[in-house]
């Protein structure tokens, strides 16, 4: 049996982020051959995911972050199975390192990030490892961009919920504060014209089925449909839902405020579940 030493043990900690014993162990069962140990502890994590492949991932943890320059940023939900898991420092830790190598790298999307290098592995292959490690399923079960002149964020206490609005210049409190805004308002779109027009055919029938009911007159269900649709839209689009710092303005005009020709552009917003 080679002989393992705590300084290879350590290594090998190290670069897999394993614990002491599963390095130890490794090390055991490669004879001393790092590589293979590495490997050792890759096909562990390979098992363990394909038996907890059906499991649900329902908590985790759900971190926002810009770039430096303020016109990147991203939002990234790592999921687990349960919420002790969730609220482990490391686990924060581990949420954080793909954000920062999102952000780096400005990936484009959930595939893009997936592929990003740690180390000598990808993000994927990092989450298989993981999840032998963990004992628990792990997965990115949301990945969300905004680039925009300026980007502001929020992420919400507990880590379960964060937002990312994309302003038309930068207007640092201002755009935070338009983030906690989706954060707690959790508007459908940026404007009405981001509402899909699926959405509008339902509401406009809901709103003459209603009229209807209340005994309104046939030839004014349209109009009052149509009254009721703009109510719809002030609740929830983001820019004209009110402000909630200030009910007498609407997130559009509370920009405006600011700067005359500030506008939000784009906004994300992920939670658990959502």
Known sequence: MAKITAAEVNKLRKQTGAGMMDCKKALVEAE????????V????????????ADRDATEGCVLSGIASDNAFGAIVSLNCETDFVAKNESFVELTNSFLKLAIENRAADKEALLALSVGDMTIAEKLVQQTGLIGEKLE?????????PYVANYIHAGNKLATLVG???EAEDAGRNVAMQAAAMNPISLDREGVSEKTISRELEVGKDLARQEGKPEAMLDKIAQGRLNKFFKENTLTEQDYIRDGKLTVGKYLQSVNSDLKAVAYKRVGLGV
């Open 167 to 169: 302003l038309s210049a």
């Open 140 to 148: 990115i079960a949301a990945y969300e961009v905004v680039a925009a």
């Open 41 to 52: 502890l890759r096909k562990k994590g390979q098992k363990i995911a394909a038996k907890r």
């Open 32 to 39: 001393g051959d790092f590589e293979v140990a590495v490997d």
